[in-house]
């Protein structure tokens, strides 16, 4: 991919770029949502964007993310490093990782004009049946 497509694929997160809200319901306690926040902004060059958040809750690792053109690096407060695959386009936020340990995918759907993420993790501890594992929704706040 030359350079200029890669920026056109980055320039797709620009549906992310802001701060965000964050709510967390668990299927093991539905009624309890667990907040925290989460900020998206350009790195210095416009080639990557970054995402800091954190989560009121101790369960949840607060975390760094850096998106390129179809990839998230991810790392996380307990020592937690992984890479996903991701794209962004037709309304749909996805991410997908096939690890040793574990599989994980997230589907986030974008509503109210793009200033909500409706969105699900699910896991797979075989590395092929999915589960729901928790449901994940950004409100924007600027």
Same mark, same amino acid.
């Given at each position: ?35 925290? =926040?989460? #900020?998206?902004?350009?790195?210095? /060059? $416009?080639?990557?964007?970054?995402? +800091?958040?954190?989560? %009121? ?24 490093? =992984?890479? #996903?695959?991701?794209?962004?386009? /037709? $309304?749909?936020?996805?991410?997908? +990782?096939?690890?040793? %340990? ?41």
């Amino acid at each position: 991919m030359g350079t200029d497509q890669k920026d056109a694929a980055v320039g797709t997160l620009d549906a992310l770029i802001g701060s965000w809200s964050i709510e967390i319901s668990h299927p093991r306690d539905p009624a309890n949502v667990i907040e925290g =926040r989460a #900020y998206f902004e350009r790195l210095e /060059g $416009g080639h990557f964007v970054v995402e +800091r958040w954190q989560i %009121d809750h101790p369960d949840f690792p607060n975390g760094l993310a850096v998106y390129d053109a179809g990839t998230q690096h991810y790392f996380d407060s307990r020592g937690v490093a =992984r890479v #996903y695959e991701m794209s962004i386009g /037709g $309304g749909e936020w996805r991410l997908s +990782r096939d690890g040793d %340990d574990f599989s994980q995918r997230f589907t986030g759907r974008f509503g109210d004009g793009g200033s909500v993420i409706d969105g699900y993790w699910e896991i797979a501890e075989d590395g092929s049946t999915f589960e729901h594992d928790f449901a994940l929704t950004f409100r924007k706040v600027s």
